[in-house]
Structures are given as C-alpha cells and as structure tokens.
C-alpha cells in the first residue's frame, strides 16, 4: 500500500517546487497542501524547526528541502543508484 504523503508549503513555487515537479514526473499520488501567511502564524509552533516546506508521510513528519526532494526522488524513482 502507497503511504500517505502532504506536501505542505505557501502557494508559491519557492523551496517546495523541485518536491512537487518531482512527485509529479514520478507519478506519486500527494496531496499538495498550501497555506496561506495568516495560517502560518498558527501551524508555524508545530513544524519541526517552525519552519516549511514539510513532508508528512503516513503522519510523519520530513522537514528541510534538501531532504525532501532526495526522499521525493526515490520515491519516483529518480534518484541514481550511485
């Protein structure tokens, strides 16, 4: 079974747009969660390091971009094997 993945970040490209176009080149199911600035004031307490974008897969969360986009590109089977 597919986990459960929420990519959640601002509606802007900015640090989460190599995530999506990876999730959706590799054909990963996601939900893409955007909030708005007004919202952040009160999710910011509970992400880890207060800070976006963070993956949250079946629940868990993944935070800081660079980890991420590697986690996304295995998961769509872009990342090299070497």
């Known amino acids: 079974m597919a986990?459960?993945?929420?990519?959640?970040?601002?509606?802007?490209p900015g640090?989460?747009?190599?995530?999506?176009?990876?999730?959706?080149v590799g054909n990963?199911?996601?939900e893409?969660?955007?909030?708005?600035?007004e919202q952040w004031a009160e999710?910011?307490?509970t992400m880890p390091y207060g800070q976006?974008?963070?993956?949250e897969v079946d629940g868990k969360q993944l935070a800081q971009s660079s980890?991420?986009?590697?986690?996304?590109a295995r998961l769509a089977g872009l990342y090299p094997q070497d």
């Open 15 to 24: 640090k989460a747009e190599l995530t999506r176009v990876l999730l959706n």
């Open 67 to 72: 980890a991420i986009e590697r986690y996304a």
């Open 28 to 30: 990963v199911p996601f």
């Open 52 to 55: 976006i974008p963070v993956l």
């Open 3 to 12: 986990p459960h993945i929420r990519l959640i970040y601002f509606d802007i």
């Open 32 to 37: 893409d969660y955007t909030i708005s600035r």
């Open 43 to 45: 999710l910011k307490p």
